[in-house]
C-alpha cells in the first residue's frame, strides 16, 4: 500500500529550542516527498521538497527536511522554533509511478513563549 | 494573482440536496485536485484532472463528481448529499504533476445535515 505516516498527532516544543516533525512513508521506487504547513481556517502552503540530489532540503521560514531512504523518513526540521510556527504540518508523497498524491495525518506542532 | 480561489466558503446542506464547489486558478496550471480534510485523516484525494476536457478519480471519488470545462476551473459536484460528505473540501492546482508544488486553495467549509 502506498502511504505516508505522521506519528505523533502533537508536538510541543519551547521557543528557541529545535523541532522536529516526524514523517514515514512507504511507497514504491523513489518518491517525491513534501512538507506542507496549514495555519487556522486556511490552505495548505507549500515548505519544501525532495525530488532528488542532496538528501537535506531547505525550505520556507528556516526550515529544512532530511530525507533518509533506508529508514524511510523524511523528517522535518528547524534549528530553533518561533511561537509563529505554531501551525499543522502535513507531509506528503507522491510515488511518480503513479498518479496520486498522498497526504499523512498532520501534527499540530505547539511553540511555547 | 489571486492564485487559486473556491466558491463558496461555507455551505450548509441538507441530506439529499445537490451543490457545486468552484475552484479557479490564475496561474495557468495543467494540473488541479479535489480534497477532502477530516479530523486525524489529513488530506484524500476525491478527484483531479491533468487538463482541460479530462478528469480521473482519486482515493476517495464515491459520492462526488467533477467537470473541467475550462482550463482555469475545476468543478465538483455532489448529486445528493449525505451526512458522511460533511467535511472541509480543498482545491489545489499545480504546473507539472509528479514533483511539483501544489498551491491550494482557502477552502470550503460544508455541513450536511
Known amino acids: 500500500a502506498q502511504s505516508v505516516a505522521q506519528p505523533e498527532d502533537q508536538v510541543n516544543v519551547a521557543e528557541g529550542n529545535p523541532l522536529t516533525v516526524k514523517c514515514t512513508y512507504s511507497?514504491?521506487?523513489?518518491?517525491?516527498l513534501f512538507w506542507y504547513v496549514q495555519y487556522p481556517n486556511r490552505g495548505l502552503q507549500f515548505l519544501l521538497k525532495?525530488?532528488?540530489?542532496?538528501?537535506l532540503v531547505k525550505g520556507s521560514y528556516g526550515f529544512e527536511a532530511e530525507f533518509n531512504k533506508s529508514q524511510t523518513s523524511f523528517h522535518l526540521k528547524k534549528p530553533s522554533a518561533l511561537v509563529s510556527d505554531s501551525a499543522l504540518y502535513f507531509c506528503?508523497?507522491?510515488?511518480?509511478?503513479?498518479?496520486?498524491?498522498?497526504f499523512g495525518s498532520g501534527t499540530k506542532l505547539n511553540v511555547k513563549p | 494573482n489571486a492564485g487559486v480561489t473556491q466558491t463558496p466558503k461555507f455551505r450548509v446542506l441538507k441530506t439529499g440536496q445537490s451543490m457545486t464547489l468552484l475552484c479557479a486558478q490564475d496561474?495557468?496550471?495543467?494540473?488541479m485536485y479535489w480534497y477532502r480534510q477530516d479530523p486525524g485523516m489529513g488530506l484524500r484525494l476525491i478527484h483531479y484532472?491533468?487538463?482541460?476536457?479530462?478528469?480521473a478519480k482519486g482515493e476517495v471519488p464515491d459520492g462526488y463528481n467533477v467537470s473541467r470545462l475550462k482550463k482555469q476551473n475545476f468543478l465538483l459536484g455532489l448529486e445528493s448529499a449525505a451526512p458522511s460528505q460533511t467535511s472541509v473540501y480543498f482545491c489545489?492546482?499545480?504546473?507539472?504533476?509528479?514533483?511539483?508544488?501544489?498551491?491550494f486553495g482557502p477552502g470550503t467549509r460544508l455541513t450536511v445535515l
Open positions: 489545489a492546482s499545480s504546473y507539472e504533476l509528479a514533483g511539483d508544488t501544489q498551491y
Open positions: 511507497v514504491s521506487g523513489n518518491p517525491y
Open positions: 525532495y525530488i532528488t540530489g542532496d538528501n
Open positions: 506528503a508523497v507522491r510515488d511518480p509511478g503513479f498518479n496520486k498524491f498522498y
Open positions: 496561474m495557468n496550471h495543467e494540473y
Open positions: 484532472s491533468v487538463g482541460e476536457g479530462t478528469t
